[in-house]
C-alpha cells in the first residue's frame, strides 16, 4: 500500500543555521511531492513542491531534494527563523491525485 | 480574498449528538476538499468534490460521516451521531481544479466529543 512517514519526529535548531527535514515513502509510482508547513492553530500552508522527473527544487530560502532510488524526500530550509517554526509534513501523490501525508516534523528554532 | 472560511472553530458537543461543520471555499475553485487531523493517524483525506459533486468518499469513516455541497461556495460534513473517537481538527480545503491543483486549507474546526 501507499504511505508516507518521517524519520525525526522533533527537530530543534539554532536561530540562523540551517535545517534540514527527512521524508521517506513507499510508493515509487508517485509522481509528484509537497512538502507543507502548519503553525500552530492554522491549517497546513504549502511551501514547495517537485515532481518525479526532477532531483531537486529550490525557492526562496527552502529547496527540496528527492531521491527516488531510496525513495526519499527532503527539506533544506537555509538560515532558520523564528518563524520557520512549525511542523513540517510531506505529502505524496497516490492514486486518483489523492495527498497523502506524514506524519510531521516539528521544528523548533531557538533564538 | 479571505482563504477558506471554515466554522465554528472549535466545537464541544457530548456523545450521540449531531454535529455539523461548515466550510466556503475560495470563489473561483472548483475543487473542495475535507481532511480529519489526529495525532494518531495524521491528516487524512475523507471525501473531496469537483464542480460540487462528490469525486472520491472512500475515506469517510462510516455511515455516520456524511458530507454535502449543494453550491459553489458553501460545504458542510456532518456527524450523526458524534462519538469521543470523532475528536479531531476538521480542515477544509480548496484548489482551482482537482487533486493536481495547489491546495489551500482552512484554519479548522476543532471538535471535542465527550
Known amino acids: 500500500g501507499e504511505s508516507v512517514g518521517l524519520h525525526l519526529p522533533t527537530l530543534s535548531v539554532q536561530e540562523g543555521d540551517n535545517s534540514i527535514i527527512n521524508c521517506a515513502y513507499s510508493?515509487?509510482?508517485?509522481?509528484?511531492f509537497i512538502w507543507y508547513k502548519q503553525e500552530s492553530g492554522k491549517g497546513p500552508q504549502f511551501i514547495i513542491d517537485?515532481?518525479?522527473?526532477?532531483d531537486k527544487r529550490q525557492g526562496q530560502r527552502v529547496t527540496v531534494l528527492l531521491n527516488k532510488t531510496v525513495k526519499h524526500l527532503s527539506l533544506q530550509i537555509a538560515a532558520t527563523q523564528p518563524g520557520d517554526s512549525a511542523v513540517y509534513f510531506c505529502?505524496?501523490?497516490?492514486?486518483?491525485?489523492?495527498?497523502?501525508f506524514g506524519q510531521g516534523t516539528e521544528l523548533s528554532v531557538k533564538p | 480574498d479571505a482563504g477558506v472560511i471554515q466554522s465554528p472553530r472549535h466545537e464541544v458537543t457530548e456523545m450521540g449528538q449531531e454535529v455539523t461543520l461548515r466550510c466556503k471555499p475560495i470563489?473561483?475553485?472548483?475543487?473542495l476538499f475535507w481532511y480529519r487531523q489526529t495525532m494518531m493517524r495524521g491528516l487524512e483525506l475523507l471525501i473531496y468534490f469537483n464542480n460540487n459533486v462528490p469525486i472520491d468518499d472512500s475515506g469517510m469513516p462510516e455511515d455516520r460521516f456524511s458530507a454535502k455541497m449543494p453550491n459553489a461556495s458553501f460545504s458542510t460534513l456532518k456527524i450523526q451521531p458524534s462519538e469521543p473517537r470523532d475528536s479531531a481538527v476538521y480542515f477544509c480545503?480548496?484548489?482551482?481544479?482537482?487533486?493536481?491543483?495547489?491546495?489551500?486549507f482552512g484554519p479548522g474546526t476543532r471538535l471535542t466529543v465527550t
Open positions: 505529502a505524496e501523490r497516490g492514486a486518483g491525485g489523492k495527498l497523502i
Open positions: 510508493n515509487s509510482a508517485s509522481d509528484y
Open positions: 517537485i515532481r518525479s522527473n526532477m
Open positions: 470563489s473561483g475553485h472548483n475543487s
Open positions: 480545503a480548496s484548489s482551482l481544479e482537482g487533486p493536481l491543483s495547489e491546495q489551500y
